[in-house]
């Protein structure tokens, strides 16, 4: 006869067994967390940005808005968004950016904001390479394009960094790898078995040759402050860390990041001659 002991032995271990299950099976829906409606572009507050279709390697068009910049002077900011909604959350940021002269392309990835396709890794990195052709394409020369990742859109800005030229690389709240945050969040589950997506920062920044501005805040919650400091600690120089002691995950803005970047391009960006 079966003791009790054994029954409940099994019980746990076929809970565990079915939840591991579930988090491998779904892991890609816990990691990008799509608006899936497709914005609508707020021409009142940026009276000059237009919609455009950009056209991946694998035959995907993409939305994206493009505002452009006052002059050639001015550097043109290419946006990677981080893991949730879409580009119409971050509608403010592309006005707030383009009233410093700047241009910015505000790239919607595939699977959000109406676009066709499914989120991976290997698409956000392939659309990401679509925004920046299409930048340089309309004639903007690469030391002009100022790569801005947000949260999980850093893994993909360092990785479009080690492949083609840029003027710079802005990091807002970077993590150093998506399987360091899952070992952190799952500590009983074999995530390095089962992660697809790793978005490994930490392992490709030594081979970006840009000025790196890493912005971290002190009480994020969702990536440690410390994933800041080893990513900065990793990148080449010319770089500058910025640490907002009030501010989270989501509120750099709010704490002052535009004025930092803004310093930050003043000092370390220059303006191909």
């Known amino acids: 006869m079966i003791s009790k002991l054994v029954v409940a032995v099994l019980v746990i271990v076929a809970l565990y067994g079915a939840a591991v299950g579930l988090l491998a099976w779904q892991q890609r829906r816990f990691l990008y967390v799509p608006d899936t409606a497709r914005p609508v572009l707020p021409s009142a507050s940026v009276p000059t940005a237009r919609a455009l279709t950009v056209h991946t390697e694998d035959g995907l068009d993409l939305l994206a808005w493009l505002a452009p910049p006052a002059d050639d002077a001015q550097p043109v900011v290419l946006y990677l968004h ?24 505000l790239l919607e990835y595939r699977g959000y904001g109406g676009n066709p396709g499914t989120p991976t890794e290997a698409g956000l ?41 840029v003027g710079a690389v802005l990091l807002e709240s970077p993590y150093t790898s998506i399987l360091a945050i899952a070992q952190r969040r799952f500590p009983v589950v074999p995530v390095a078995w089962l992660l697809q997506d790793r978005f490994d920062l930490i392992g490709r920044i030594a081979a970006v040759h840009a000025p790196v501005l890493v912005m971290t805040g ?51 960006w220059k303006a191909p001659q």
């Not at 925004?131 to 800005?157: F, H, K, N």
């Not at 860390?241 to 310093?263: K, Q, R």
């Open 82 to 105: 981080g893991n949730g909604g879409n580009i119409g959350y971050r509608a403010g940021r592309l006005a707030r950016l383009n009233r410093l002269g700047w241009g910015v392309l």
């Open 218 to 268: 002190e009480r994020d919650v969702i990536v440690p402050p410390a994933m800041g400091r080893a990513v900065f600690a990793a990148a080449n120089q010319p770089k500058v860390l910025w640490l907002a002691p009030d501010a989270g995950h989501n509120n750099l803005t709010e704490a002052g990041a535009f004025e930092v970047v803004h310093s930050f391009a003043r000092q370390h």
């Open 125 to 165: 990195n392939a659309d990401a390479r679509a925004g920046y052709a299409a930048l340089v394409a309309s004639g903007i020369a690469p030391q002009r394009i100022v790569l801005w990742g947000e949260s999980l859109g850093c893994g993909v800005a360092v990785r479009l960094a080690t492949e083609v030229a």
